[in-house]
């Protein structure tokens, strides 16, 4: 059983540009996840994706979207690139009405200079 | 303000000391609290699920608790490799929005 999968896992963009990264969810799950962490903090949540709309959204600018497609798999885009958005990005997915245990992917992390 | 503080931030053990990690939170409308264990460069990796105060679940040498306002994990006779950042999240009465902790980065010595 294949676990949630993200790509690319390392990108390197300068300041200004726009990045979108993908997630592939679990098998059988239909909620994607989102987050940023920064070195040494834990995750801070972006936002949550179900049935392809965006189910909740946390504290971070418009810069920040994303995308959910009918097979359930998920894409964050962030436009107009901060040096501050350097981190390693998380997607995590889960199944509605089974306790929503989030399943976490390795990340990707993006460096911005 | 929905707040998770996880102690302490760092833990050294030799191997087979037995401790303890704390996650304490102020979070209105809890549903439930998720451990994680997180490697560097990598993934949390999901641990342990706990819903309802009084409860406990284990996982070899590891052992969760909950109360109404802070979550206990206990590590009995650890080993190198349980060596990683711990962290907590209260799942958010509303939404599935998880609130972490800062983590107890956890480190085992031979």
């Known amino acids: 059983d294949a676990g949630v999968t993200q790509s690319p896992t390392h990108l390197i963009k300068t300041r200004g540009q726009q990045v979108t990264l993908r997630c592939s969810p679990k098998?059988?799950?239909?909620?994607v996840s989102w987050y940023q962490q920064a070195l040494g903090q834990g995750p801070q949540f972006i936002f949550q994706?179900?049935?392809?709309?965006?189910?909740q959204r946390g504290n971070f600018p418009d810069r920040f979207s994303g995308h959910q497609f009918p097979n359930y798999s998920s894409e964050l885009n962030v436009n107009a690139l901060l040096l501050g958005d350097s981190a390693l990005y998380l997607c995590?997915?889960?199944?509605?009405?089974?306790?929503?245990?989030?399943?976490f992917g390795p990340g990707t992390r993006l460096l911005v200079l | 303000e929905d707040q998770v503080t996880q102690s302490p931030e760092a833990l050294r053990l030799q191997e087979g000391e037995s401790s303890s990690l704390n996650c304490s939170y102020t979070?209105?409308?809890?549903?439930?609290l998720f451990w994680y264990r997180q490697d560097p460069g990598k993934g949390p990796e999901f641990l342990f699920t706990l819903y309802s105060a009084g409860e406990e679940k284990e996982k070899e040498r590891l052992k969760a608790t909950l109360t109404k306002k802070e979550s206990f994990l206990h590590i009995t006779a650890p080993k190198p490799e349980d060596s990683a950042t711990y962290l907590c999240a209260p799942l958010y009465n509303q939404g599935g929005k998880l609130i972490f902790g800062q983590g107890t980065e956890l480190s085992v010595k031979p």
């Open positions: 994706y179900y049935e392809e709309e965006e189910r």
């Open positions: 098998s059988g799950h239909d909620t």
């Open positions: 979070v209105s409308g809890l549903r439930g």
């Open positions: 995590a997915s889960s199944h509605v009405g089974r306790g929503e245990t989030q399943y």
